[in-house]
């Protein structure tokens, strides 16, 4: 057994409000002194830049594009956009440090994801702002970056990662099996884990994104706090049925998707409440609908992300299913800061040359490892 090491995680994901960091110890198969986390939200002007970046990726990397002619403007404000995003993780690391007493010394290894900005497995194309290196400088902390560029490579869906680690977590608590952990972000996935370790992972659909989407268009609210709006709305049928009859959602795993693959309402289709209420019942029926891609179903349902702060989301999935569901938090798992903490596990993982994904997690043909260390400078 290797020693545990001291990581920190940190995860921007794809709603691009900001960055968790997460504390804990692992040796990359075991979990210890876990719970510390704290969220770090971008400023308002660069979360916009964000989006512009993600905007400039599409153009740059999008289908569409038949020529490789990219406008040097557009590689511009990617470059200076992923400055901005490793200067703004340094300093949530520096914060994060201070909040708890801690100084770089306690901390052997960062595990930093980036800002996905462009995804496209089957293109083989998956792009996270975030520069590894920049960031073990500013912070003089050794740093694994880039995870998903490998298993892309090796024709991997690139995505979900998370999986590994919700299996490691899994297995602290006597739940019994299979358990399904379904993770509501901008994108929702899910980890079904069974009884002798099996593992299959795939992206199910929307978690917020479309809602978040919805909210801002109609009524420039970042999200629908608390489900407020959809629980006044009404779930437009013929709507949620035009919206759910996307093939994505039927093919089988494995399976990834970016953020604007699919299509959310269309300006001022419905009312802000019933879209809110359409939108919601469609991540519900979504994350319902996936167990006709497992082998058996769940006996429970864990929701984690910021989706399973939402009682509309909840209610709804916990009426579309069969078997108990319950949140990450009332399990003792910290539901808000459960990415930080995987990506802070896999990059011990990816130090020890340990698999990160795996067949029935992203397709990828043989168990593969991931990510690139950037050295701190010694001293
Ligand atoms: N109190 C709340 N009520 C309703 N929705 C909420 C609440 N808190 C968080 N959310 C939703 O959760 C979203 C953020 O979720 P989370 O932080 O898990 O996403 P992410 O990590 O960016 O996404 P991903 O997992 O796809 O990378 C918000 O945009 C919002 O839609
Ligand atoms: C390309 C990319 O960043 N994908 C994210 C996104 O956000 C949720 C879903 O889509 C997920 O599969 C993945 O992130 C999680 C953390 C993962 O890889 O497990």
Redesign the pocket.
Known sequence: MHDAVTVLGL?S??SMDGIDVALLSTDGERLTDRGRGLSYPYPLDARDRVREASKAAWRIWGPHVKSHAVDPEDMALLEAVEREVTELHAKAISDFLDAFGLSRKDINLIGF?GQ?VF?DASRRI?R?LGNGPLLAQLARIDVVHDF?SADVAAGGQ??????VYHRAVSDEIGFEKPLAVV?I?????ITWIDADGTVI?F?IGP?NCMLDEWMQQEAGLAFDRNGEAALRGKVDKAVLKRLASHPFYRRKPPK????YDLPGLKERELSLEDGAATLTALTAREIAACAEFLPKRPRRWVLAGGGAKNPAIVQAIAEAVREPVISADEMGWSAEHF?AE??GFLAVRALRKLPLTFPLTTGVQRPLTGGRLARAPRG
């Open positions: 995860m994901g794809t994801h996905t995804h998956t996270q998903r690139g995505a979900p990662l998370v999986p993770n972000g901008g994108i929702a996935n992972a992206d978690g990834s998707l970016d953020r990415e995987a990506f």
